[in-house]
């Protein structure tokens, strides 16, 4: 049960993460080529990307522990990796997320400190760009767009 849950939940928060990456990323890119101040909307365009890859990691955590194949797959890593989809999920999709995450707190903060806005619109333009490139490749996407819903 709690498996069947957080699989539902953690893909629906896949599509949060995506529109948070997507709405941040609008907002750094037209105020940073555009040449506009920083306003509190950037700020809160960076905390829900935060804030929604930090619920995505913890159920990505829960997953981790919960999911069957990747149980098995810590048990016998060797094992694991001559099966393409484990292999996918514990030497790309993890790894990746968890940079993809580091990536943006370490943006957000790097844009928190910067003094003039355009720094802080091009500090948050290419981190989140960064991000979100590696959050895309890491995602499993051959796997239905909505798993446990459809």
């Given at each position: 049960?709690?498996?069947?849950?957080?699989?539902?939940?953690?893909?629906?928060?896949?599509?949060?993460?995506?529109?948070?990456?997507?709405?941040?990323?609008?907002?750094?890119?037209?105020?940073?080529?555009?040449k506009r101040?920083?306003?509190?909307?950037?700020?809160?365009?960076?905390?829900?990307?935060?804030?929604s890859l930090?619920?995505?990691?913890?159920?990505?955590?829960?997953?981790?522990?919960?999911?069957?194949?990747?149980?098995?797959?810590?048990?016998?890593?060797?094992?694991?990796?001559?099966?393409?989809?484990?292999?996918?999920?514990?030497?790309?999709?993890?790894?990746?997320?968890?940079?993809?995450?580091?990536?943006?707190?370490?943006?957000?903060?790097?844009?928190?400190?910067?003094?003039?806005?355009?720094v802080k619109?091009?500090?948050?333009?290419?981190?989140?760009?960064?991000?979100?490139?590696?959050?895309?490749?890491?995602?499993?996407?051959?796997?239905?767009?909505?798993?446990?819903?459809?």
């Amino acid at each position: 049960m709690l498996y069947t849950v957080t699989v539902i939940a953690h893909n629906i928060f896949r599509w949060l993460v995506l529109l948070a990456a997507v709405w941040a990323l609008w907002r750094a890119y037209r105020c940073w080529l555009g040449k506009r101040g920083w306003e509190d909307a950037d700020a809160q365009a960076g905390f829900m990307l935060s804030l929604s890859l930090d619920i995505q990691a913890l159920l990505g955590v829960i997953l981790a522990f919960a999911s069957p194949p990747v149980r098995v797959g810590f048990v016998n890593l060797a094992g694991a990796m001559q099966t393409p989809e484990i292999r996918f999920l514990l030497a790309q999709h993890m790894p990746l997320m968890l940079i993809g995450l580091v990536v943006v707190h370490i943006t957000g903060a790097r844009a928190k400190k910067a003094g003039e806005d355009r720094v802080k619109h091009r500090w948050t333009a290419l981190g989140y760009t960064l991000a979100l490139l590696m959050i895309l490749v890491a995602i499993p996407w051959w796997r239905p767009l909505l798993r446990g819903i459809l």
